[in-house]
């Protein structure tokens, strides 16, 4: 009766691995597989390139991690992208995939729901939610998050008239159509729009054009490239004496230790943890990212999150599911503690903050 019993439990216990091997998707060993379709080639391959770097720091942290990755290009398409993640999955059950950018998201998200499975999508400033766009959070501060601190700041101190300066992509379009609609119920005018590229360092003609109309302040919106670095160097250069508003972007230190004096001058909406990340995991992050000459901003540090969060919910729950997400309700990551909202949504705490010595300040707002 003994035997019987131990045969029995050993047998139940291999039907057991048998059926969770196959319910996960086992990938490597034991692990699961996590697909993360990202911009390796194309348009956005730089931001692609620091994505993939920030992960393999993660994996670099956890060598006991349960997730093995997959890493699949996008090449900045979404048709490409929704083609590319299609194959990949197609024999998958339930699958995890992390894709990046609004409009790839967008793309991949219907596939992957299609099949069951879960969607983080980071670097993603917005996703509509349809019954076919159901299953799926999108990790990555909003439009709102950024932009409403420092209109707050500059309706408080009697901003009059802004020009502003964005990247020619979907995060610059997305920042300043958000910052005129802001800016305008609070009866401070919009002289002019200037776009400038990710991609062309010299930004002279659209600075020049920028401060022909006289606006008292700039606003830059961008992310943390060469070409955003320009402005402000531009803008020193052309001896603009006016208030600067800048993004999470300048948050970057490839940003504000390269571009002189002019750095104390620009007031910038950042996450609370890039005030207090000075110690613990996030800290050592920051070290790890300089050694590796990775930007250390929100564009790394989310998908460090994501994976973190997603190797949290597969210890405990087995799963993802907007289920799930929603029922943590907070997320403390790497440098922020995330708020998730419902319906797939997550929500970062911002402020308008300066330089001052070496460090960064919250500025009041009244």
């Known amino acids: 009766m003994k035997k019987f019993f131990i045969f029995t439990a050993l ?16 990938g490597s060993g034991n692990k699961r597989n996590v697909y993360a379709i990202l911009p390796l080639t194309g348009t956005s391959s730089e931001l692609g390139k620091n994505i993939k770097q920030a992960m393999d720091l993660y994996f670099e942290a956890h060598p006991d991690s349960l997730i ?12 490409k992208a929704a083609t590319a993640i299609r194959q990949k999955i197609i024999n998958e059950d339930n699958p995890i995939v992390i894709s990046a950018l609004s409009s790839v998201s967008g793309a991949v998200i219907p596939i992957v729901n299609s099949m069951g499975g879960f969607t983080v999508a980071i670097l993603t400033l917005k996703v509509d939610k349809t019954p076919a766009n159901n299953n799926f959070l999108r990790f990555d501060v909003n439009v709102d998050d950024v932009v409403l601190p420092n209109a707050e700041y500059m309706a408080a101190h009697g901003t009059k008239s802004v020009t502003i ?39 002279r ?31 020193s250069l052309q001896r603009f004496s006016g208030e600067i508003f800048a993004d999470l972007g300048f948050t970057n230190p490839f940003v504000y230790e390269h571009i002189g004096e002019i750095c104390k001058r620009v007031i ?7 005030l207090t990340a000075k110690t613990g995991e996030g800290a050592n992050y920051q070290s790890k990212c300089t050694s590796k000459g990775i930007p250390c901003n929100q564009t790394t540090v989310a998908p460090y999150d994501a994976l973190s969060l997603i190797e949290s919910l597969l210890k405990s729950n087995g799963t993802l599911s907007t289920e799930y997400v929603d029922a ?13 909202v419902g319906a797939g949504e997550c929500s970062y705490e911002c402020s308008p903050a300066k330089i001052v010595g070496s460090d960064f300040e919250i500025v009041p707002t009244m």
């Open 328 to 340: 943590i309700k907070q997320y403390q990551g790497l440098t922020d503690s995330i708020r998730f």
């Open 268 to 274: 910038f909406s950042c996450t609370k943890s890039v």
């Open 11 to 26: 047998l139940t216990g291999a039907a057991l691995l048998w059926v969770l091997s196959n319910r996960f998707d086992v």
């Open 205 to 235: 003609e659209a600075v020049a054009k920028a401060l022909s109309h006289n606006a008292s302040t700039v606003i830059v919106c961008g992310n943390a490239t060469p070409s955003y670095i320009n402005i402000f160097r531009e803008l």
């Open 165 to 203: 300066l964005f990247t020619n992509d979907e995060y610059g379009l997305s920042t300043a159509r958000k910052y005129r609609t802001e800016l305008n119920k609070r009866n401070i005018k919009v002289q002019a729009e200037i776009a400038f590229s990710l991609t062309d360092i010299n930004v």
């Open 68 to 79: 093995n990755i997959v890493y699949v290009d996008s090449a900045s398409i979404p048709e």
